[in-house]
T-cell receptor, first 117, second 113 residues
Framework: DAGVIQSPRHEVTEMGQEVTLRCKPI?????LFWYRQTMMRGLELLIY????????DSGMPEDRFSAKMPNASFSTLKIQPSEPRDSAVYFC???????????????FGAGTRLSVL | GQQLNQSPQSMFIQEGEDVSMNCTSS?????WLWYKQEPGEGPVLLIA?????ELTSNGRLTAQFGITRKDSFLNISASIPSDVGIYFC?????????????FGKGTKLTVNP
């Protein structure tokens, strides 16, 4: 299996520009998660989807952030407009979903390193 | 919100030494997971724990789910240079059906050959 695939791996942009991060979850997985990692705050959950439906978006920092999952094999995280404080590594993870068998194991992609100048 | 306190923040050890790190929480968790992250990569699952008191091994790694359900530890025996990385604990709370994980801030491990 190819694992969780994220693109791009690196993104450098200027303040005010729109940024779109992409994620392809592991085939057959029902849940998808977006995380942000910084030195100061560690790994923070931004939003997660189950069966393409957003379940918990309480971690989304503000209205500049939005996430979509139009189908089971693709999700995007958009920042518009971007600001320097958005600079971080953004991870996507997927899981089979919570049940006794799946046991909530999340598999992470390699991340997108975002720098907003 | 729920928070995990992970310690130590960093460790510098000699190859061959044993390592111990732990996570504590003020609230109860139903699941404890330990992940390892190497530079430029995402976290990779090492061990998953689902029952209070559970002790699980994965090669040289051993982890335990604390009896109080508020803590967990990870031990690495006979460390080798490829153990270098950042180790994260993660917990799933008691909110039924939620897949939300809370992560500790990580323990950065350096192994000197």
């Amino acid at each position: 299996d190819a694992g969780v695939i994220q693109s791009p791996r690196h993104e450098v942009t200027e303040m005010g520009q729109e940024v779109t991060l992409r994620c392809k979850p592991i085939s057959g997985h029902n849940s998808l998660f977006w995380y942000r990692q910084t030195m100061m705050r560690g790994l923070e959950l931004l939003i997660y989807f189950n069966n393409n439906v957003p379940i918990d978006d309480s971690g989304m920092p503000e209205d500049r952030f939005s996430a979509k999952m139009p189908n089971a094999s693709f999700s995007t995280l958009k920042i518009q407009p971007s600001e320097p404080r958005d600079s971080a590594v953004y991870f996507c993870a997927s899981s089979l979903g919570w049940d006794r068998l799946a046991k909530n194991i999340q598999y992470f992609g390699a991340g997108t390193r975002l720098s907003v100048l | 919100g729920q928070q995990l306190n992970q310690s130590p923040q960093s460790m510098f050890i000699q190859e061959g030494e044993d390592v111990s790190m732990n996570c504590t929480s003020s609230s109860i968790f139903n699941t404890w997971l330990w992940y390892k992250q190497e530079p430029g990569e995402g976290p990779v699952l090492l061990i998953a724990l689902y029952k209070a008191g559970e002790l699980t091994s994965n090669g040289r790694l051993t982890a335990q789910f604390g009896i109080t359900r508020k803590d967990s530890f990870l031990n690495i025996s006979a460390s080798i240079p490829s153990d270098v990385g950042i180790y994260f604990c993660a917990g799933r709370g008691t909110q039924g059906g939620s897949e939300k994980l809370v992560f500790g801030k990580g323990t950065k491990l350096t192994v000197n050959p």
